[in-house]
């Protein structure tokens, strides 16, 4: 079975939807065009830490990059990055588009935790029927928005978190052509590693150059006396890694203490960028 894209379509329609799609990818690269590395940080489930490591990279190498760091929450429905980041307010709106909300050690933010009231779910003013096939489409179309409608400026790297799932790092090709690479985050249980191995097919199958993976709560760091002891069994950033020819950037153990991402791993992480 095929499937026609809106650019096959022959003859024109009343909405001239190829022409709008055109024109928002576009717009898309016009937004990106000064971002030098456009990383998506993705995870097959949720529980893994993705948003506090994504938090954690962000903050460590707006230090080492001069160019500047930002960060997308395309977790739409449950985000987190802004309050790790201390990004607070609201979206600024200028001439020249919306404006980011700068977080702790400079890092630009966008996120919908700057569109919503407190505790407020994300809700979309659907037509009553069919809704789930419509919130799929308004969701894309959001995240095309802070792409397209956000004034970045330059930066030296662009980090997308996305929510858990193999579908978002595929929707990402599609908004962002020029896509530096995909870091998958996992915990080193066998069920962790079954749902970020089908993410990391998903993202292969699309091209997405995989940068690697990090195994994160590998074990728990005493605050004290910094031991680390068991807390997950499983290994399953080495098999991930070996399965698709990726490096294991680093593990992480879980800590009581503030935001923060190893030197170890944010100089993995950094070294693999082109």
Known sequence: MSFRTYFDVEGRDRSDLAAQVGAQRRRVADRLKHVRHVVAVMSGK??????????GLALAAAQRLAGGVGVVDADLRSPTVARLLDAQGSLAVGPDGAHPVTGA???????????????????????????????????????????????????????IDLPPGADGVVDL?????GLTGALAVTIP?????????????????????????????????????????P????????????EFGVPLLG???????????PDDVVEAVLARLP
């Open 173 to 177: 090709v599609d908004l962002v052509p």
């Open 189 to 229: 249980t066998e069920e962790s590693g079954r749902s970020v191995r089908r993410a990391l097919h998903a993202a292969a199958g699309a091209g997405i150059r995989l940068l690697g993976v990090v195994e994160n709560f590998s074990g728990r760091r005493c605050d004290s006396c910094g031991a680390v002891g």
């Open 105 to 159: 050690g400079g890092v630009r933010v966008v996120s919908t935790e700057f569109l919503l009231d407190e505790a407020s779910p994300l809700r979309w003013k659907e037509p009553g029927h069919e809704r789930f096939v419509w919130r799929g489409a308004l969701e894309a179309g959001m995240l095309r928005e802070f792409l397209s409608d956000v004034s970045w400026g330059t930066l030296d790297l662009l980090l």
């Open 46 to 55: 949720g529980g893994v830490g993705k948003s506090y490591l994504t938090a």
């Open 231 to 242: 807390l997950f069994p499983g290994d399953a950033g080495d098999g991930l890694a070996r």
């Open 251 to 261: 593990r992480i153990p879980f800590s009581g203490s503030v935001l923060a991402c």
